[in-house]
Structure formats: C-alpha cells, structure tokens
C-alpha cells in the first residue's frame, strides 16, 4: 500500500514529525453527573467468605452473582441497576451469614443437648464416667 490510501497530506507521513497539519481544537466537557451522590456498595469480599465457606443451599453463591452484576453496572455508570443488584446480594450475604452461623450453632446444641441426656437418664451409662465414651461409641457400631 501506498500513502495515497491513508489519505494524508503529501508533506505528512506516520511517521514524520509534520505538526502543520494538526490544529489544536477546542476543550471537551465532559459531564460526570452528580459529584455528591456515592456509588452503591458491592458486597463482593462478604460474598466471596459466604461463598467459600459453607454456602447453604447456594445463598452465598446468588450473593456473589449479584455483587458481581452490582460492580459491572457500576463501573458502566447505570448506579440505578447496580444499587439494586447491591441491595439483593447485601440480603443474599445477610441470610449466608445467618444459615452459616446457624447451622454449627445448631449442631453444638444438639450435642450438648445428647450429652445432657445421655448422662441424666436412668438405666443408662455413666457417660462422663470411666467406661462412659467407650460404652457411648458401642451404640454405633454395628
């Protein structure tokens, strides 16, 4: 190819120093919106924890899709879409956090409550005895 296709003028090649041909033009506005306004929150780094750890029946994982798509709108400047993607994946994390919590929480519980029980009852083993956890661990075995 030829200079004559890149339609510059004749003294102005790429790879010339040819400032006659560029003019300066005039300034850009640019208009950034409202200054004021703060952009929503993402949530991403407490969805990524709901996410690794535990993750009932995927609520961590819904909360990382919508901190995700929150980020995205907000880096494309729609914060109307974005604060709603914030809003659902702030109530994603906060119901991971609570099953997350809930459930050792429970289990503790529940072994607190056998362990209770299983010493108070009568007829049974001593469990905090001296054969207590041996005679415990018979009823599992088959």
Not at 60 to 80: C, E, V
Not at 109 to 133: A, M, T
Request: glycine share 6%; net charge positive.
């Amino acid at each position: 190819m030829d200079n004559h296709s890149y339609n510059y003028p004749s003294d102005c090649t790429p790879l010339t120093n040819c400032k006659s041909a560029r003019k300066p033009t005039g300034s850009t506005v640019v208009n950034m919106g409202i200054a004021d306004k703060k952009p929503p929150r993402d949530y991403l780094i407490w969805s990524l924890c709901n996410t690794l750890y535990v993750n009932f029946c995927c609520l961590g994982f819904m909360a990382l899709i919508y901190s995700i798509k929150a980020r995205d709108q907000k880096t494309q400047g729609n914060l109307q879409l974005a604060q709603e993607c914030s809003d659902k994946a702030k109530w994603y994390n906060i119901l991971a956090a609570g099953w997350n919590l809930l459930v050792p929480l429970l289990a503790i519980v529940l072994l607190v409550l056998l362990l209770v029980h299983l010493g108070s009852s009568q007829g049974s083993f001593d469990f905090f005895g001296e054969d207590g956890f041996q005679s415990f661990m018979k009823l599992f075995s088959w």
